[in-house]
């Protein structure tokens, strides 16, 4: 989620050493803009390393303007608009900058969202909005005068610049298509945004946290129906009962245990704190606050990171695969390997920087021992996959493409099940098994915040005669109550001793 600065007092903007750029200055002499010389002129939705940020353009190369009591706003109205200080003067020529989410009752700006700019009197001046956050920028192409694209750089106080022609980046096909992705209809809290990290246990659960308000939500699914429920809702918070926690992935073990990975406290959103926190669900309650048993503290292994460019994702790794947790970072594309430790301590064990602009989700497939790295739609929704070869993790480059059926969007979330799934072959009963997939859309698309899809199932086991060759599932019926274990996978205990298991709902 992302902030606006304050509406008033010190105006936060960025400055350059060009002579052009946009300074407030209290300058009586220069007089009021209009609407025929002030501009949008680019947007910054995702990836600074600070926070997002609109800038605009004074396209009267004579004069200076001032802008006192102009404002922006994004696509929600309910937000306060960002109002320029008294006194705001952009050179003629020149540009001004404002980051959006430095303040904590500021606005941030989405994957699908959009600007607005008005003068003093409330009147629209300049608007432009967006679908999917650009790879770099979204600007006016030429600079000042064009029209909004998808720019070559960020040019922050500086000329747009076009992006130049490159070589498309090869991809392998997604490794479950073809499959068909529908909308999980829970309406809702579900069908707005900052949906941003989802997994499934063992048992088919899904747990899915919201990095807006800092919620944890468990959701039973029905086999009769395919249909899931919301069966717990918790606010999260840190161990003293205080903040917002920044909830962007999450990640449960085989005892129950939540790990959700956070970028800041959202009650001081301008301040970086990536941490992994550590929940056990209560027995005698399936709402409420749930506060945190331990925070892990990773600002020593990320290194220095923008308030909104923490942590995105975590996965949890059993034993078979080195016992420990996967952490992905947004603004620095890396994966950190970690053992956390039942005293909050946190050892690293291996880094991997990712060829991705950003790391958005992670997620372990048991049955198979890889492990998938995302991006979100600024990597066009590509992902990789990784190995443990007993020592490291590990990968040969591959990058595969998103779902064919999968419009590029923002998905900061994605897990991977395994389930077992009755089948009939020449009148005798068997089992096979399929991959159930979840996805959760940081924007919301088309009020959608959680997306599925099952992969075709495999081959249809006889419960007396073994494996036999694939064949007509035809009878086949549908059923969560299998488990990893069902289809050959060791789950080992929790690397953290002395954690009490998720009592039976």
């Keep these: ?194 949906m941003s990290g989802v997994d499934l246990a063992a048992d088919g659960t899904a747990y899915v946290v919201n990095n807006g308000t800092g919620t944890l939500y468990v959701l039973d699914r029905d086999a009769e129906t395919d249909t899931y429920e919301i069966a717990r809702t918790h606010v999260l918070a840190y161990a003293d009962g205080t903040g917002i926690p920044d909830a962007e992935g999450v990640t449960v073990t085989p005892d129950g245990v939540v790990y959700v990975a956070t970028e800041r406290d959202n009650a001081d959103k301008s301040t970086s704190r990536p941490s992994v926190l550590r929940y056990t669900l209560p027995a005698d309650a399936t709402t409420g606050e749930l506060r945190a048993e331990a925070e892990y503290d990773l600002s020593g292994i990320v290194g220095e990171i923008g308030a909104n460019a923490g942590l995105e994702a975590v996965q949890y790794l059993p034993d078979a695969w080195g016992g420990a947790f996967a952490v992905g970072v947004e603004g620095t594309g890396a994966v950190h390997f970690v053992q956390l430790g039942a005293d909050a301590s946190v050892t690293e064990k291996q880094t991997y920087a990712s060829p991705f602009q950003g790391v958005m989700a992670l997620d372990l497939d048991e049955a198979t021992g890889v492990l998938r790295v995302l991006c979100d739609e600024v990597c066009e929704g590509r992902s990789l996959e990784m190995t443990f070869d007993g020592t490291e993790w590990t990968t040969d480059g591959t990058l595969y493409a998103r779902p064919a059926a999968m419009p590029n969007i923002a998905n900061e979330g994605f897990a991977s099940h395994r389930e077992t799934v009755a089948c009939t072959l020449d009148g005798a009963e068997g089992t096979t098994t399929r991959v159930r997939l979840l996805w959760a859309d940081d924007a919301a698309t088309d009020g959608v915040g959680l997306r599925t899809a099952v992969g075709e199932p495999g081959e249809c086991e006889a419960a007396d005669s073994g494996p036999v060759a694939p064949g007509s599932l035809g009878g086949a019926t549908s059923s969560v109550e299998g488990s990893l274990a069902a289809i050959g996978s060791t789950v080992t205990a929790n690397s953290v001793a002395g954690l009490a298991p998720l009592p039976p709902r």
């Design 1 to 194: 989620m992302r902030l606006r600065p304050p509406s008033s007092g010190i105006l936060a903007v960025a400055l350059a050493t060009s002579t052009v750029v946009g300074v407030p200055v209290l300058a009586a002499a220069a007089p009021p803009a209009t609407a025929d010389d002030i501009v949008i002129n680019e947007v910054e939705s995702n990836g600074d390393p600070v926070g997002d940020w609109v800038e605009l353009a004074n396209t009267n190369t004579e004069q200076d303007l001032d802008i006192s009591g102009w404002t922006l706003i994004d696509n929600d109205p309910t937000h306060v608009p960002y109002t320029f200080a008294e006194g705001t003067v952009i050179e003629s020529g020149g540009y001004l900058s404002v980051y959006t989410d430095e303040d904590p009752d500021g606005f941030g700006l989405g994957g699908n969202d959009s600007v607005t700019l008005r003068d003093a009197d409330g009147e629209i001046v300049d608007h432009t909005e967006w679908s999917g956050h650009a790879a770099t920028t979204w600007g006016r192409l030429p600079d000042m005068t064009g029209e909004f694209a998808v720019t070559g750089e960020p040019t922050r106080n500086l000329r747009n610049v076009a992006p130049t022609s490159e070589d498309p980046i090869e991809t392998s096909p997604w490794p479950f298509d073809p499959q068909d992705i529908t909308a999980v209809d829970l309406g809702g809290d579900f069908a707005g945004d900052d």
